[in-house]
């Protein structure tokens, strides 16, 4: 399985380069266990730190709205390459093996539970182009848990959907709007639909209020997506709830 994923990343590096891969991980669990995965994950997370490491981003979601995971973590590489290389497991035992006996006896313990709450999960591999596909407004401060909003959809013209939602919603969401960030990822392996849409909002108030607003961007580039789209779609409100930042998980809020 490890060489075809390596083949498989070897071509899509071809097809793709300077693009980045987005490993997308979705948790099923109950409300009440969330609190105590998300300090068991911060724990694990900080424990894989390494050289034996490729990952440049690490997202974590909770549910909000929809119909969707409980929790939903976004991973992010520069190629496919990096994603299967990346090895946290070499990194965790590296790390544990410093620890004193007693200390690692427990860390085992905690790991077995954390790894408990992916009993079921399911994921998937998107490709996402940083540069034109993906923009966000300057300075902003990502350390809040703002809110997520995600759609998936299939579309008979992958390319021609991704741009006509980026003028109709991203750009000038971002630009004049209440979108903090967003942008249009495309399906590359596992069970996810076609695109990606994304964006965020500092709040869900004003989520509510760009919802409201009828959020009408550029009519044209509306009726492109939308002459694309086929058959199913998904769409899903999340939270943050933090993300890796300088080998710590930063849990969402000021002083966490």
């Known amino acids: 399985m490890k060489n075809l994923l390596f083949m498989l990343a070897a071509l899509v590096t071809f097809a793709t380069s300077a693009q980045s891969i987005v490993e ?11 609190g105590r995965f998300v300090e068991l994950h911060k724990e694990m997370l900080e424990t894989m730190n390494g050289d034996q490491r490729t990952s440049k981003g690490h997202w974590v979601y909770r549910h909000w709205y929809g119909s969707g995971a409980a929790i ?36 085992a313990e905690k790991f077995q539970e954390w790894w ?30 703002f809110v997520f909003v995600a759609g998936q959809y ?51 108030v004003e989520f509510a209020k760009h ?5 009408a961007g550029n009519a044209e580039a509306r009726r492109t997506f939308w002459g694309n789209i086929q058959g199913q779609h ?9 993300h890796m930042e300088n080998g710590v998980f930063n849990l969402a809020g000021p002083n966490r």
């Open 24 to 34: 997308v991980t979705y948790l099923d669990m109950p409300a009440t266990k969330i």
């Open 72 to 107: 939903v973590i976004y991973e992010v590489y520069d190629s496919a390459e990096d994603c299967v290389n990346d090895n946290p497991l070499a990194a965790f035992q590296q790390n544990v093996a410093k620890l004193t006996e007693e200390e690692r006896a427990k860390m």
């Open 116 to 145: 408990s709450h992916y009993d079921g999960h399911w994921d998937e591999m998107r490709v996402l182009d940083m540069e034109n596909f993906h923009v966000t407004k300057e300075n902003v401060d990502w350390d809040k848990p």
């Open 154 to 204: 299939n579309a008979e013209n992958i390319a021609e959907a991704a741009n006509a939602y980026m003028d109709w919603q991203i750009r000038p969401g971002v630009e004049e709007g209440p979108i903090m960030g967003g942008g249009v990822s495309s399906h590359f392996k596992g069970a996810g639909l076609d695109i990606e849409v994304y964006q965020s909002y500092e709040s869900l």
């Open 211 to 215: 919802v409201e607003s009828g959020s």
């Open 234 to 242: 998904s769409d899903q409100i999340y939270l943050h709830i933090g």
